[in-house]
């Protein structure tokens, strides 16, 4: 029915903007070597963060290298463990090796933790690209895993964390109010204008770009395209309850790290079957009938919150009145959050 037809058309959208990586593959005559795992109760210092690292680079490209998905899985965790899952099943179904990655010396931002969950975060040179990742630890008896990892813009340099004498980086509270947002309420606004655009009210705190404004457009045009062939096309954003993991910046401010959901859905105007393009067959479990086609991705990202501005100093007018409209402008700009980097892909996808 052509109502199949025209949703294989338009579904290819529902992949813009899960993340895409444009680091060449790691030669596969290149073959690892598994490293024994224990857990104690060791203290969470740079160089057990490193060693953390080391451990983790290892059984992940063990995992890669043999395509053994349960392997992948014991070191992933929060919104990693999905996209691990979709990454692996999707090379399955294409009959192709899972793609491996050659990570470079990392700069480790280490915190000083008491108890836990116990977490770090890791820049690491990663083929063209950078990544940025978080890592966490449950317990003591518990393995440290992959959290979430988000890759920068080219050409975008990692910002520089405060770091104290011993070489520990400060982490804030979630809930820190010395910026201008707090860490754990930097999603749900970068929600609302991904879906309202730059007339959102949330706009007022974040800067326009690929993953706040960009998605809006991306949105727009994806559902004219939609209704031409008679479908509609929605796109939701949702800020989930997994951790977050913020890092004090030399100028105040704060990097931090943390995870959307996305669910985009198509709907055609009679129940019939759905038909699923090639990129996405390896989430479908059969063949899928209905109406509507949802595709939920997990979108991991790291934004630049700046330090909250200080109150004007109302008795100084004549120095304010002095400033240009440019430079209120770019004043205002920087005291915008920044989304920096973001990583995905499609996890799941249901009909109805």
């Given at each position: 029915m052509r109502t199949t037809a025209t949703v294989a058309a338009v579904l290819p959208l529902l992949l813009l903007g899960a993340g895409c990586s444009a680091e060449p593959e790691r030669p596969r005559d290149a073959r690892p070597v598994a490293i024994a795992t224990t857990s104690s109760d060791v203290p969470l210092t740079p160089q057990s963060a490193a060693r953390a690292f080391t451990l983790w680079t290892v059984n992940?490209?063990?995992a890669r290298a043999s395509?053994?998905?349960?392997?992948?899985?014991a070191w992933a965790a929060d919104s990693q463990r999905a996209v691990t899952a979709a990454e692996y099943r999707k090379a399955a179904a294409a009959g192709v090796p899972v793609a491996r990655h050659s990570y470079g010396r990392p700069t480790l931002w280490v915190p000083r933790l008491d108890g836990y969950p116990q977490w770090f975060v890791a820049s690491a040179p990663r083929?063209?690209?950078?990544a940025l990742m978080a890592f966490v630890r449950s317990s003591a008896e518990a393995r440290w895993r992959l959290s979430l990892l988000a890759v920068p813009d080219r050409g975008v340099k990692p910002p520089k964390v405060e770091i104290d004498a011993d070489g520990y980086a400060a982490a804030l509270p979630p809930e820190d109010q010395s910026v201008l947002i707090a860490p754990s309420l930097v999603a749900p606004p970068q929600a609302a204008v991904a879906e309202d655009g730059p007339g959102s009210y949330s706009a007022r705190v974040l800067k326009a770009g690929p993953y706040t404004t960009g998605y809006y457009t991306e949105k727009e045009k994806a559902a004219k395209k939609a209704a031409k062939e008679g479908l509609a096309?929605?796109?939701?954003f949702?800020?989930?309850?997994?951790?977050?993991?913020?890092?004090?910046?030399e100028d105040g401010g704060c990097l931090v790290l943390y995870s959307l959901t996305r669910d985009v859905s198509l709907t055609q105007k009679e129940e019939g079957p759905l038909d699923v393009p090639g990129e996405l067959a390896h989430l479908a479990a059969g063949e899928l009938t209905g109406r509507e086609l949802h595709v939920f991705s997990s979108l991991r990202f790291a934004a630049l919150v700046p330090a909250k501005a200080s109150s004007p100093d109302k008795t100084d007018k004549s120095e304010k009145d002095a400033k240009s409209d440019k430079s209120d402008k770019q004043e205002k700009e920087r005291q915008k959050v920044a989304v920096i980097a973001?990583?995905?892909?499609?996890?799941?996808i249901e009909s109805s």
């Open positions: 992940d490209d063990l395509g053994d998905e349960r392997l992948a899985l083929g063209r690209e950078t096309y929605t796109s939701m949702t800020a989930t309850s997994q951790p977050v993991f913020p890092l004090r910046t973001e990583d995905g892909t499609a996890t799941r």
